[in-house]
């Protein structure tokens, strides 16, 4: 399968100091909607889908008006997935898959631009982003999801992946889906193959299981900026096991590194060794 690396949505709160660790407290910081668009014998599949056209064309009904004073998402129709598919060569219904790692605002802001495809979600999160609570409805955005999304609901792990519990959405892809509880209560990774040129290794997509990648190296990285931790914590729906998620993501770094990448969704630092 070949896997193309796409930021679908560029986001520039203030203060890059505390959010990209260098630059001025009044400087706007970058972060990004890491996705992916596999190309796999079943049709096209995108891993999230980061902010869609309808959330340019109606920013505060679609992503809340909350959200885009605090993060300042720029807001390019040029970074939407549909456009960048359709750079790619491809169209709206050569996407026949989309496997979100979770459903908050600024990771299924596209579905409604590909609305023939199959979506497939863990059940916990499916049910809590159809009928949040009113706290929960500031991430889960009913307008995002008003167009009918052909939700394909996947509720207990049938196999094994580095020991952690696995789905496969589509049968015959190897292309997995991972849960990372704690984010959101359904919260997965998204575990796909590469080729033979990237020597069989698996990428983990982890979303927003961690938002920088000191949290998971074994080696000295730079440190997590202030304001990242802290909206990391701000965010988070189970914090017990967002803490147990990372502790077992360390460990699958530690003990099978030279087998399985990982990223996050926001890193830029991240986003940037594939692009």
Known sequence: MKIHHMNCGTMCPI????INGSGGFFERANMV???LLVESEQGLILVDTGVGTGDVLEP???LGAGFV???APQLKMEETAIEQVKDLGFNASDVKHIVPTHLDLDHAGGLSDFPEAKVHVFEPEHRHAIKPSLRDSLRFRKAQFEHGPKWVIHSKPAETWFGFQ??????GIE?????LIGHTRGHVGVAVKQGKDRGNKWLLHCGDAYFHRSEVALKHED???AGVAFFEKLVQTLPAERVATQARLRDLVKSSGDEVELFCAHDPVEYARYS
């Open 33 to 35: 909607c890491h996705c």
């Open 15 to 18: 203060c890059k100091r505390l």
């Open 166 to 171: 696995a789905i496969r959405p589509i049968a």
């Open 69 to 71: 004073a605090m993060l």
């Open 175 to 179: 292309l997995l889906m991972v849960p």
């Open 60 to 62: 505060n009904r679609r």
């Open 223 to 225: 440190p997590m900026p």
